[in-house]
Structures are given as structure tokens and as C-alpha cells.
Nanobody, 122 residues
Framework: QVELVESGGGSVQAGDSLRLSCTPS????????LGWFRQGPGKEREFVAA????????TNGDFVKGRFAISRDKSTNTAYLLVNSVKPDDTAVYYC???????????????WGQGTQVTVSS
């Protein structure tokens, strides 16, 4: 069983930048693609971004238009989601996910984190 430990959420002002972190532990954490989903109040959960194990390939959700960037530090096996110029619409619970491949983690993740709340005020 892989546990995904998220951090970096909180309350921010519109226009700020925000970085979320996700570190897998337990099981066999190496080799998994990592990604992020989010669910805003009254909204359906949506895919944000994912990165493969080696950090060489990424994929983004349909709504992502350049303000989001996912990266990975292989030395710590940590994935980061950077959100620039945050907007009130970015208010959501952000979930870290893990899966066997980039395609699977962006559609049917194998593991889910507990989620971290991001609240953006205008």
C-alpha cells in the first residue's frame, strides 16, 4: 500500500503563487507516475496534471492553460504542483494521486492522498 503525503495547501490571495508537494511512502513508491486532481465546492473532481516516474513526460487537464506546472525531484521522489497567479476559482481540495503509468494516473489513479485544501481569496 502506497501512502501519499501532501503539503503546501492553505489560504492565499488572488495573484499569489502556490506550490503543493506530494511524497509517496510505503509499498514500492518508486516507479509510479504521480499527479493531481482537484475538487472545488459544488464542482466535480477534475484532473489537473501528472508526471511520469522519470520526470520526462507530463500531461495536463483540459482546463490548464499555462498557470500550472508539475515537476518531480527524483532524489526525494517528491512531485510538486506550482500554481501561478492563483484565482478564486482555484479554490478546491487538491488530491495527489499515483498510478502505474502516465495515462492511468490521469484517468484511474491507483492511489489517492487525503487531499489538501487550497482557498483563494480575492
Amino acid at each position: 500500500q502506497v501512502e501519499l503525503v501532501e503539503s503546501g495547501g492553505g489560504s492565499v490571495q488572488a495573484g499569489d503563487s502556490l506550490r503543493l508537494s506530494c511524497t509517496p511512502s510505503g509499498g514500492t513508491p518508486g516507479g509510479y507516475a504521480l499527479g493531481w486532481f482537484r475538487q472545488g465546492p459544488g464542482k466535480e473532481r477534475e484532473f489537473v496534471a501528472a508526471i511520469n516516474w522519470s520526470g520526462t513526460q507530463t500531461t495536463n487537464g483540459d482546463f490548464v492553460k499555462g498557470r500550472f506546472a508539475i515537476s518531480r525531484d527524483k532524489s526525494t521522489n517528491t512531485a510538486y504542483l506550482l500554481v501561478n497567479s492563483v484565482k478564486p476559482d482555484d479554490t478546491a481540495v487538491y488530491y495527489c494521486v499515483a498510478g502505474n503509468t502516465l495515462a492511468l494516473v490521469s484517468t484511474t489513479p491507483r492511489y489517492w492522498g487525503q487531499g489538501t485544501q487550497v482557498t483563494v481569496s480575492s
